[in-house]
């Protein structure tokens, strides 16, 4: 048999393997209503396992009232409910009291901030409130590109080595090897000195700084940011030692009493699920 139709083969039963798995039926928790007009309270869809914790821990920063909506996973994947509030189907999912659904955690930490926090505590701060605040070092321009650079780069490394720990992962046996050796390959020529020069650039900015914007408290940019870096903790097992204002930085983050909160509210946060052996 040709190679190419050697692969096709193996492709063809790697993908039968994966859709003729039991599929879970999500759980949803309506438990405190749906967000809507007459409560005036904004809802969460929350995904387990994945960037849906960081709305959550901010949702628990600001101190509001809002509903939570929980949704597991099928075979690793967003449910379909998802598709029934947002066409991406995708998690996070904020739901306004007018009605308005807003998707992706940027977005929807932007929403949240300009909408509920009237004291300003995870605000960049400007000059005219705070004379103590460095705007010159901390201006928005830095912010955008720190923005980018979580978005793009950091995040497409780090989705290309777990997608490569995926494939391998659950590859069929006679080419599981092949798999992880080319992942291991891809990696030492190419993705972890890319994620490396990534977390050395966000360790430098955060020189002289608790948090991004050199503020006290986290702002939209380490809401955002978080998911990233605990991605490559969870996802990748990045060393986070080898970038110690980054592990600082990470550990003020989930030492705070919102984020231990919303992960007991939640229902789960492990980012290494996509590990585990299809059965």
């Known amino acids: 048999m040709p190679g190419s139709l050697v692969f096709n ?15 879970n039926i999500p759980t949803v928790d309506r438990s405190r209503g749906m967000g809507t007009m007459e409560n005036s309270k904004p809802t969460l869809h929350y995904l387990q396992n994945s960037g849906s914790q960081q709305s959550l821990w901010l949702l628990e920063e600001l101190g509001i009232e809002y509903d939570l909506v929980l949704h597991i996973r ?16 995708k998690a996070p999912q904020l739901v306004t ?12 930490a932007f929403y949240l901030i300009e909408t509920y926090d009237s004291e300003g505590r995870f605000k960049v701060p400007s000059p005219e409130l705070d004379p103590d605040w460095n705007s010159n070092d901390n ?3 830095r912010e955008e ?26 590859a069929p046996f006679l080419v599981r090897q092949l798999m992880q050796g080319l992942k291991w390959g891809f990696g030492k020529l190419y993705l972890d ?5 990534c977390f050395k650039v966000l360790d430098a900015e955060l020189e002289g700084r608790e948090y991004f914007n050199g503020t006290k408290s986290p702002t939209r940019l380490d809401f955002v ?8 903790v969870q996802g990748v097992r990045l060393d986070l030692s080898l970038y110690p204002r ?18 007991k509210k939640g229902n789960g946060y492990d980012l290494e699920f996509w590990k585990m052996k299809m059965r």
Not at 97 to 108: L, M, N, P, T, Y
Not at 152 to 168: E, H, K, S, Y
Request: proline letters at 3%; glycine letters at 4%.
């Open 9 to 23: 083969q193996i492709q063809r039963l790697w993908i039968l393997k994966l859709y003729s798995l039991p599929r």
């Open 74 to 89: 099928e075979t690793g994947r967003a449910p379909a409910a998802l598709k029934d509030t947002h066409p991406l189907g």
């Open 97 to 108: 009291s007018s009605g308005r659904v807003i998707a992706e955690r940027s977005a929807i």
């Open 139 to 141: 201006d928005k321009f």
């Open 145 to 170: 590109q720190l923005f980018s650079l979580a978005l793009t780069a950091l995040n497409q490394f780090i989705t290309m080595d777990i997608t490569f720990g995926v494939f391998a992962n659950h």
């Open 193 to 197: 000195a890319e994620i490396d020069n």
């Open 225 to 232: 940011m978080q998911w990233y870096v605990d991605s490559a």
């Open 246 to 263: 980054v592990k600082e930085w990470f550990e003020r983050c989930i030492s705070r009493d919102a984020w231990k909160r919303a992960v």
